[in-house]
């Protein structure tokens, strides 16, 4: 009896039966989880090998190619160290305001140039008022991220460089055109490079850096190679973003002298348009919208430029609401930015650029009373910077000891600046062959020292500084004539050579090129070194630097150049200013990036915009 199976055993061992089965069962499920587990692990590892190679990724947002996705930007390494970086879309401003929920097209932007450019062509623009002029109308093929400082492409859709080559490849993007709607091609391309590069085109601070260009070459139509002699810290700077793309079917000609006389003949593939018939000559130049642009549809309708000198008139259009932004002199500055009931309608900006640039005055060292440095150091320690900085500009500038800004590597901290020291500079002065004569000026190998210190008319700012320098100057016996010199007379004397001294500013960059200022071939012809520096150790920096792509050794090659700089003293550098702009309160979304404001960030709402 006590051996008998009976029908409980029988349950017993079903059950048993039943989980020795689901362990089995369930063995065999973790054991295929575990293969399916190595194959997602295999997968993940040959993606992320993709992606650091810089393979297109997609996403879901809009078709391109594959239904429901498209191409994200790429930027990545490629065999030669080099970098490949791909832009399917035209990059759009980092503070894009499309999408605010207050925007609208529409309305005006008056600004004010403070003086009329001389030409607004291409290429043989003569000063910064020109160029500015040009920027809402002519495109390169990549342009710089105000954020992130990086470069990407714009009229390309894609570039790569080859270092060992020195070759630099752009892709055009396929649906792009010109203001009168004809394509941009590669053909463009190598005719905005060969017009810059032909003899006779008065265009020498530019060419100065396309020299370093070997050829440009149209690979097909849309696909350019530009190839450098030799390694340039610069390379693609100077390859995509230095020569602006301009029409050839618009722009042909049979002789340079033909494309020197056309001073209103701008014409390119930006978002506003120039007509020379909106030029009203002494009073202001209006550009407006291209409705044919191929990009992004800009905020403004029209963008007005003024030419009012005077500061103090410039600020009054400004209260009046004639102009929509000034860049106030600091006495105005200082006053205005705390005061209430100003602030309650326009918008007040300080802030430190990198790219400020700087104030100084420049010897013309063909004259003999310039032609030493002993001379020039005696000047410089005559001049009680940090007192100008104090007094005329408020504070608001700073002391520099060279042409680079304080707060960028390519400056040498470790330069101290020449003593304010009237009684050293004397001693200079005398050991430089200088004593006074009859007259109370000093003299030397029978030639008196005076001269004429050149400043842009109408500048009280200016002025004030000139008039400083002019007294310190003439207590120890050197007679100073001020000259205020409308703009563009100004920059003639300077290319012509036909100067004694001048007080003006040099924009600046986060690492500039000193060759266009400070190399002697730029003394040549109507070059940027207008004072006729020439120094064989300073050249020979500039061409080392230039060539150095190792930026830590660049970086001591210009400290010595600095050095030699702040030895030979060509200029007084005076100082360089904090960046400070008045703007109008209507005006929306105009915060500055730390390399300055971006225009194409601004707009006016609906309710709030003044011209119809």
């Known amino acids: 009896m006590n051996n008998r199976f009976t029908f409980k055993d029988a349950v017993f061992a079903f059950i048993l039966i039943l989980v020795l089965g689901a362990v089995i069962w369930a063995s065999a499920q973790f054991s295929r989880q575990e293969h399916r587990l190595n194959d997602v692990r295999t997968e993940l590892s040959k993606l992320n090998v993709l992606l650091a190679s810089g393979v297109r990724t997609y996403s879901t947002t809009q078709a391109e190619g594959v239904q429901g996705v498209k191409p994200v930007n790429i930027r990545r390494k490629n065999e030669q160290g080099g970098e490949y970086v791909f832009y399917p879309e035209a990059p759009t401003t980092p503070r894009d305001p499309h999408g605010f929920p207050d925007y609208a097209s529409g309305d005006w932007i008056v600004q004010n140039l403070g003086s009329e450019p001389a030409v607004v062509t291409p290429y043989i623009d003569k000063d910064a008022y020109g160029n500015e002029v040009q920027r809402p109308v002519l495109e390169t093929l990549i342009t710089r991220n105000p954020e992130t400082l990086l470069y990407e492409p714009y009229l390309a859709e894609s570039y790569e460089t080859f270092p060992k080559e020195l070759r630099y490849r752009f892709v055009l993007r396929k649906n792009i055109w010109f203001s009168d709607r004809t394509p941009i091609t590669a053909d463009d391309v190598v005719f905005s490079f060969t017009t810059v590069m032909t003899p006779g085109i008065e265009a020498d ?108 008139a410039a600020l009054q259009a400004f209260q009046n609401e004639e102009i929509d932004g000034v860049t106030p002199q600091p006495d105005q500055f200082i006053k205005f930015s705390s005061d209430p009931e100003f602030l309650k309608k326009f918008k007040v900006f300080k802030y430190q650029r990198p790219n400020a640039g700087y104030r100084y005055i420049g010897w013309n ?19 009680d910077r940090r007192a100008i900085i104090h007094t005329i500009e408020k504070d608001l500038s ?61 500048s009280s700012n200016y002025e004030q500084i000139a008039s400083y320098v002019k007294e310190q100057f003439k207590k120890v016996g050197i007679d100073v004539r001020i000259l205020p010199t409308e703009f563009s007379v100004l920059v003639d004397k300077l290319n012509n050579r036909d100067f004694d001294a001048s007080m003006l500013r040099w924009t600046g960059s986060i690492e500039g090129d000193p060759y266009q200022i400070w190399h002697s071939n730029s003394a040549k012809d109507k070059g940027s070194n207008a004072i006729g520096f020439a120094n064989a150790e300073a050249d020979k920096l500039i061409e080392d630097a230039r060539k150095e792509l190792d930026e830590e050794k660049r ?8 050095q030699i700089l702040n030895e030979e003293q060509p200029y007084v550098f005076l100082h360089t200013s904090l960046s400070t702009s008045f703007l109008n309160g209507r005006i929306k979304n105009a915060e500055p990036y730390l390399v300055g404001v971006n225009r194409d960030d601004w707009y006016v709402p609906s309710l709030q915009q003044k011209y119809r």
Do not use: C
């Open 555 to 562: 970086m001591v090659l210009w400290h010595k150049f600095h």
């Open 398 to 458: 700073s002391e520099i000891t060279g042409p680079f800004s304080p707060i960028v590597p390519q400056n040498d901290k470790s330069i101290q600046p020449w003593p304010y020291d009237p009684e050293g500079a004397r001693k200079k002065l005398t050991d430089a062959g200088w004593k006074l004569n009859s007259n109370d000026v000093l003299e030397r190998d029978g030639v008196e020292f005076r001269f004429s210190l050149m400043i842009p008319a109408q």
């Open 365 to 383: 060292l063909r004259k003999p009373i310039f032609k030493d440095k002993i001379t020039r150091q005696a000047l410089t320690m005559l001049i």
């Open 205 to 312: 601070s530019l060419q100065s850096y396309l020299k370093k260009i070997e050829y440009v070459k149209k690979i097909d139509d849309r696909t350019i190679d530009i190839k450098l002699h030799e390694p340039y810290f610069q390379g693609l700077e100077v390859t995509g973003q230095f020569f602006e793309i301009i029409p050839q079917h618009l722009y042909a000609f049979k002789d340079v002298k033909e494309y020197n006389a056309r001073t209103d003949h701008l014409i390119g593939s930006g978002p506003y348009l120039f007509d020379p018939k909106k030029w009203e000559k002494g009073q202001q130049i209006t550009l407006v919208r291209n409705e044919n642009y191929w990009g992004t549809r800009p905020s403004f309708d029209r963008i007005v430029y003024r030419f009012i000198s005077n500061s103090q």
